[in-house]
């Protein structure tokens, strides 16, 4: 093909292909479509139910354009009209996060300016704010400016990074595998177990550590475990602790058991992807000793209220976490003479991945740090009132909870497992407000998880009283 004849078939291809370039006036039109769409939806979460039983219906690609007005529409109908309405203060059920309204003007312009936020050479201003945002963490949890972090998806991939520098720091691999031995609760997080079968680590010996009546890891039954696998010649490896475990909201005593970890020389892990942050509040005590750990997780897309898909670990092994990660490559070489720990994708599996930072560092940035402590304090108080209220009514309660997770049940005189799941359904069917159940102590029990930043006094009082509507069906 002559070049007189490739131009001809550029300019007819153009004519499509340039398409996908939107003018400025259409762009305006389509931002203020969406903008309309958030502003009624942000609107209408004070009223909104938390949870719409029923199933999508057809949202099938026909590989035909499509007016936005009418996607809107679907979306509308499809999306944010089913399941459970996670940006609502009406979400108590799973642990909520919420999606301040920053951070998703901060997503909307990474994806307009759409850095490649991974190689410090390809956009070193988008690096520089991935980078902030992890010595900002640093700072909250009073980690060595030496350490190194990662920005991630959420707290499974955040695991998977910590465990591999554990596991490639101890040199656990191969025949070494069945030796070593993982110390964690049944408490526990099971993105932790799932990590440790990703990373090749599944025949490691897994010993469940006792808890006290507060749902809290015992530092003597660990030790006691330990010295028992020490003297039956297995090799102690990794404990993994909680600050906010999912079911019970409880946190592990860190300090006790980092005193059990370093006595010997095991690596000390963290999982406070849930109360990570309740760090900033009159709760801190409790997280005494996280400075200890060899790594820890947290989700800014938890108690940070940020949109899903944000969350971050640290590391202080820096050489272990590069080991895992780091890997040179003929067509990066321009990049080769950075400082590896610049570059976001030398500490983790991810080569391309979204500009997550910004989401993290615009709030800020635009918000300060106060709004975000006070959403955190007043969370603690509403699971006390909550909690209070249910007594009235004569509910049984689980412990008072660290943070702001609790559980509860009604002590029916006979079938109480039963009536209990059938309240459970009663709830679900009405909507108003999306609860979650559990199974604790052998026990059919409903939780409550209050973290959502719209979740006021008068979502817990509605809460309520959707349980006596649907308990009085129930009797």
Not at 25 to 40: C, H, L, P, W, Y
Not at 249 to 257: F, H, K, R, S
């Amino acid at each position: 093909m002559q070049n007189d004849e490739i131009v001809e078939k550029l300019n007819e291809l153009n004519k499509t292909s340039s398409l996908l370039d939107i003018p400025e006036t259409e762009r305006k039109g389509m931002i203020q479509k969406v903008s309309d769409f958030a502003n009624r939806f942000i609107s209408g979460l004070s009223t909104v139910r938390g949870f719409f039983d029923k199933d999508a219906g057809p949202v099938g690609i026909d590989n035909q354009p499509h007016q936005l007005s009418e996607i809107i529409d679907l979306y509308q109908r499809e999306v944010a009209g089913t399941g459970i309405n996670a940006a609502a203060g009406t979400h108590l059920g799973y642990i909520p996060g919420g999606g301040v309204f920053t951070a998703a003007l901060a997503d909307f312009m990474a994806a307009v300016t759409n850095p490649y936020a991974g190689v410090y050479y390809a956009s070193p201003g988008a690096v520089a704010i991935e980078n902030e945002a992890i010595n900002w963490l640093k700072s909250v949890f009073s980690y060595p400016k030496s350490s190194v972090g990662n920005l991630t998806s959420g707290g499974s991939v955040s695991t998977l990074i910590a465990f591999t520098a554990a596991r490639d720091k101890h040199q656990v691999k191969n025949e070494r595998i069945p030796k070593h031995v993982v110390y964690l609760s049944d408490q526990v997080h099971h993105s932790t177990q799932k990590a440790l079968r990703i990373i090749g680590l599944e025949d490691v010996v897994i010993r469940h550590v006792a808890l006290d009546d507060y749902f809290r890891m015992k530092p003597d039954s660990l030790e006691s475990i330990i010295q028992k696998d020490i003297a039956e010649g297995l090799i102690p490896f990794l404990v993994v602790a909680t600050a906010g475990t999912t079911d019970t909201g409880a946190v592990d005593p860190l300090n006790e058991i980092a005193d059990v970890a370093e006595k010997y020389k095991m690596w000390f892990h963290v999982d406070a992807a849930y109360g990570g942050f309740f760090i900033l509040t009159s709760k801190k005590d409790l997280f005494a000793g996280i400075e200890r750990t060899d790594s820890i997780i947290v989700d800014p897309h938890k108690s940070m209220f940020l949109p899903y898909g944000l969350g971050a670990v640290l590391i202080k092994d820096k050489k272990a976490a590069l080991h895992s990660n780091h890997y040179e490559t003929n067509y990066m070489q321009d990049a080769a003479g950075d400082d590896l720990v610049k570059s976001p994708s030398n500490l983790s599996p991810e080569l391309t991945r979204h500009f997550r930072g910004l989401r993290l560092w615009l709030p800020l940035q635009i918000h300060g740090i106060e709004p975000f402590i006070t959403c955190l304090e007043e969370k603690l108080l509403l699971v006390k009132y909550f909690r209070n209220r249910l007594a009235d009514l004569g509910f049984c309660l689980g412990p008072e909870p660290d943070l702001s997770v609790s559980y509860f049940w009604y002590p029916f005189e006979t079938d109480a497992d039963e009536k209990n799941k059938k309240l459970m359904d009663e709830i679900h069917a009405d909507g108003d407000v999306f609860l979650s159940s559990s199974i604790i102590n052998n026990r059919f029990v409903i939780r409550i998880a209050i973290l959502s930043f719209r979740t006021k006094k008068e979502i817990v009082d509605r809460a309520v009283a959707m349980i006596e509507r649907c308990l009085a069906k129930v009797k």
